[in-house]
């Protein structure tokens, strides 16, 4: 072995640099593609052209359409979602079907035109809102209520609405519809993506689509808007159980240019009154006197607006043009609007609205709990008229929402997993059951100050700037997978990604003598490893683990006797969000049919003829080798796995089916080589063809990359610092000119794919 020094090396690196640039090889290549057992496939097509239909309710529960365009959504609107709901003791439930002409239907669903707007704000009145006041609420029931149908494109089929409550039936010609130029919002407002455009990746399949769109943002403010959006959401996903769920949550950005900036001021007016709740003309609200914008009005896409319903902090747009606009991300699930407007106010309802203080992301925080966890407040101010609940008149259908109850008996109070035996029931609100940590059993809730409880003393639906604590999270937590969100209501969320299970047939045939593995991708909450992943084969664990959001759960199964079993799947969420007692309502399975055939087996011997190397037996043919076997036919592959050669060059497979094969072999440092076998009765003898050295890097081909790495290594062996293993292309524990010769004589050249 000859090493020379440091000060005659760089002289001799130089020469080889010449040496090199004197072949006259080009450094310019193309990048080779991987063996078929790496690749990815592409993702299932899953749109369906669907209507897209914006309807009003007027007071009088009549229904007339506003809005027709046909759309493209995910296919899993029309998924079933557990079941038909019944009716909402807080919106109008439409019943919805798509009728023939003989009058069968062949889809049905169902849509809720919501009957109250609310305005619920920090306790404090003002500018300055106060932190940890009882939410000072409002409700008023709406002057007219919009919804949206979303059907799927049928031929030859009508739409039919029905609001049983109100007995009233009313049919529409779809063609008709689609034709109609007099439709109030024929020509909607122009939206279009914002360059944030869907801000999270994941199947819509799989997730809460949750739409933000602006008004009062001119054209020349769309940047501003996307300031606005990640702000907002960095706020409002900055709260448990909001945070730990924000992968549940796809969201989005809709830009919709208003011709001006901000929102309608009404001025103040004592007694002043008006017809319509929501486009208030003038404000009795004693609030609006100090309003510095009183008396402005503006031109807005959305027409949204300060004092409706006479209370100045009630921020309210027009639904019937928001949903129209929403028609350019027709995913959506869920709607938040956020207004141009330092001014402190917003609304709920069947959407969110927030202006733009800094306070109003608690408002949108709190009624996203009322949209789409259905949570009840916690507070006692009266509204006279609000449906009632109850969870002890045995009857399902007045039960009361998840976090309030008139129930006071320990034993029957449905949260009571989350009670500690120490705290009493009915819970005194005293240190420390004040504390948001603890649950109890708290008078006051539901706007009644008797007779209705809370579970805790100061949680987010009782009080703004408050956590949501731990009966509320479950409860949101919970309706995450057990679904009905949306219009149609939604399938609930799976812990295993659609599309991501590996066979993705549900049918697996697999010859005795080989394994196979099956693998998914996982949703799930944020925070280290919040899924417990189970392995069943036909019901027996045969591995259990925990994973986090987004890993692989994978499993090899290796067949035994010839016959069919059921390989199981099993995710379920860990977080501590949920009580254990619940966990079960979040298990997600796949599964696959394995039939095991006895087919016979055979081996097979391969010898790899490697360059550079002194005749056969020698150690320098002792090398690690990536062998992948798969079939002619197309398939998965049946090996893919590394082997160490012997001295002579030769590895042993493991027993397959026989056949016809691609076989690809690739040493560390060398290019890859592939060639047609057929594999029948044993022994198999193969013998590769010339594995060429020049590879350094691994990337199947021989160019300026490896070049680097041989001279950076050039003139050094093994023990000194310099010595790379991947350039000592000829395995002789030294790199030297025989290595360069290696790599020179395969300049260019790229491996099999």
């Not at 450094?27 to 991987?34: G, K, R, T, V, Y």
């Not at 979602?81 to 439930?93: E, F, K």
């Not at 896409?301 to 100045?312: L, R, V």
Request: hydrophobic residues 40%; contains cysteine.
């Amino acid at each position: 072995m000859v090493i020379l020094s440091a000060s005659r090396r760089l002289p001799f690196v130089l020469v080889l640099c010449a040496a090199f640039a004197l072949l006259g090889f080009s450094a310019a290549w193309a990048e080779s593609p991987p063996p078929a057992s790496y690749r990815e496939s592409g993702q299932t097509d899953r749109r369906v052209l669907s209507h897209y239909i914006v309807f009003e309710q007027d007071q009088g529960r009549a229904i007339s359409p506003v809005f027709y365009r046909q759309v493209m959504v995910d296919s899993a609107f029309f998924d079933p979602a557990g079941g038909t709901p019944g009716a909402s003791r807080l919106n109008d439930r439409i019943r919805i079907s798509l009728v023939q002409r003989d009058g069968s239907s062949v889809f049905e669903t169902t849509a809720d035109a919501p009957r109250w707007v609310r305005g619920e704000f920090h306790g404090a009145g003002g500018s300055t809102p106060g932190i940890g006041e009882t939410i000072d609420g409002h409700f008023f029931a709406s002057d007219r209520s919009a919804f949206v149908v979303r059907a799927p494109v049928l031929p030859e089929t009508r739409l039919l609405l029905r609001d049983d409550e109100a007995g009233m039936t009313q049919t529409f010609d779809l063609q008709a519809l689609a034709a109609d130029s007099t439709l109030p919002l024929f020509a909607p407002a122009i939206s279009r993506l914002s360059p944030l455009g869907a801000l999270d990746g994941g199947p819509s399949a799989n997730r809460v689509d949750l739409l933000i769109m602006g008004d009062g943002y001119p054209a020349g403010q769309e940047s501003l808007f996307d300031t606005h959006v990640s702000a907002f959401a960095a706020g409002f996903f900055g709260i448990t159980p909001y945070a730990e769920y924000r992968s549940y949550v796809k969201l989005a950005s809709l830009f919709t240019p208003s011709p001006q900036s901000g929102a309608d001021h009404p001025p103040y007016v004592p007694g002043c009154t008006y017809t319509d709740g929501t486009k208030p003309t003038c404000c009795a609200d004693s609030d609006a006197a100090s309003d510095a914008l009183a008396g402005t009005f503006v031109t807005t896409a959305f027409d949204s607006t300060f004092c409706a319903y006479n209370i100045h902090r009630l921020l309210v747009g027009s639904g019937s043009k928001v949903l129209a606009a929403a028609a350019a991300y027709p995913d959506w699930d869920q709607i938040m609007l956020l207004v141009n407007d330092p001014t402190y106010g917003g609304s709920g309802g069947f959407f969110a609205v927030a202006s733009m203080h800094a306070y109003a992301v608690e408002i949108a925080q709190h009624e996203y709990a009322h949209s789409f966890a259905d949570l009840a407040d916690e507070y006692e101010s009266a509204y006279p008229g609000y449906p009632a609940c109850s969870d002890t008149d045995g009857d399902a259908f007045n039960d009361c929402e998840a976090n309030v109850t008139n129930q006071n008996v320990r034993e029957q109070v449905k949260w009571r997993r989350w009670i500690d035996p120490a705290t009493p029931v009915v819970t005194p609100p005293v240190f420390p059951y004040t504390d948001p940590a603890v649950t109890g059993l708290f008078l006051g809730a539901r706007y009644q100050s008797a007779n209705m409880y809370r579970p805790g003393y100061a949680c987010i639906m009782r009080t703004l700037g408050y956590p949501y604590c731990a009966v509320a999270s479950e409860a949101y937590a919970l309706h995450l997978y057990d679904g009905g969100f949306g219009s149609p209501p939604q399938p609930g969320i799976e812990n295993i990604e659609p599309d991501t299970p590996s066979p993705a047939s549900a049918s697996v045939t697999l010859a005795q003598c080989l394994s196979q593995t099956f693998s998914a991708q996982l949703l799930g909450p944020t925070g280290g490893d919040s899924l417990n992943v189970r392995w069943l084969v036909d019901g027996t664990p045969v591995d259990v683990s925990t994973a986090a959001s987004g890993d692989i759960a994978s499993y090899t199964y290796t067949p035994g006797a010839p016959g069919i079993v059921t390989l199981t799947l099993e995710v379920t969420d860990s977080s501590p969000i949920l009580h254990d007692d619940v966990r079960a309502g979040t298990v997600s399975t796949i599964s696959w049919t394995v039939e095991v055939s006895a087919t016979p087996c055979v081996g097979a011997e391969v010898t790899a003829t490697l360059q550079g190397r002194p005749p056969a037996p020698h150690s320098s043919y002792v090398l690690p080798l990536h062998v992948v076997l798969t079939p002619q036919g197309g398939g998965a592959p049946v090996l893919d796995d590394d082997f160490t050669a012997d001295e002579n060059g030769v590895l042993v497979l493991p027993a397959v089916p026989p056949g016809g094969y691609t076989l690809w072999v690739k040493g560390a440092h060398t290019l890859a080589v592939a060639q047609n076998v057929t594999l029948d009765a044993e022994p198999n003898a193969i013998t590769t063809g010339v594995l060429k050295e020049g590879d350094a890097d691994g990337g199947n081909q021989v160019n300026i990359s490896d070049f680097s790495i041989l001279a950076s290594a050039f003139a050094s062996g093994e023990g000194d610092p310099r010595f790379d293993a991947r350039a000592d292309f000829n395995s002789d524990g030294v790199v030297n000119i025989g290595d360069f010769s290696l790599l020179a004589s395969n300049f260019g050249a790229v491996g099999a794919s």
